[in-house]
Nanobody
Framework: QVQLVESGGGLVQPGGSLRLSCAASRSIFSIYYMGWYRQAPGKQRELVAQITRGDSTIYADSVKGRFTISRDNAKNTVSLQMNSLKPEDTAVYYC?????????WGQGTQVTVSS
C-alpha cells in the first residue's frame, strides 16, 4: 500500500509564502494526476490545483496567479508553491493521487494565514 507524506504547512502572515510538498512511499504506476485539495471548517472540500502525468495543470480561480503546482515524476512527488497568501487561504490542505486502481490521500497539513 502506498502512503502519501505531506509537509510544509504552518502559520504565515498575509502576503507571505509557503511551499507544500507530498511524497509517495513507493512508486505508483500509471498516475492520472496528482493534486491538492483544501477544506476549511464549515466548507466543502475544494480542488486547489492538479497536474497530470503530461504536466497539464488546473487551478481554482481563487488561486490562479498566486499558486504553482509542480511534480517530479521520477520521485513521485508533487509540490504547491503558495505566494501572496490571504486569510481566506486558511484551511487543511490534502495531497491527492489518482491512478487506475488508486485514490490516495495524505493526512492533511494545516495552513493558517493570519496577522
Amino acid at each position: 500500500q502506498v502512503q502519501l507524506v505531506e509537509s510544509g504547512g504552518g502559520l504565515v502572515q498575509p502576503g507571505g509564502s509557503l511551499r507544500l510538498s507530498c511524497a509517495a512511499s513507493r512508486s505508483i504506476f500509471s498516475i492520472y494526476y496528482m493534486g491538492w485539495y483544501r477544506q476549511a471548517p464549515g466548507k466543502q472540500r475544494e480542488l486547489v490545483a492538479q497536474i497530470t502525468r503530461g504536466d497539464s495543470t488546473i487551478y481554482a480561480d481563487s488561486v490562479k496567479g498566486r499558486f504553482t503546482i509542480s511534480r517530479d515524476n521520477a520521485k513521485n512527488t508533487v509540490s504547491l508553491q503558495m505566494n501572496s497568501l490571504k486569510p481566506e487561504d486558511t484551511a487543511v490542505y490534502y495531497c491527492n493521487v489518482r491512478a487506475p486502481s488508486d485514490n490516495l490521500w495524505g493526512q492533511g497539513t494545516q495552513v493558517t494565514v493570519s496577522s
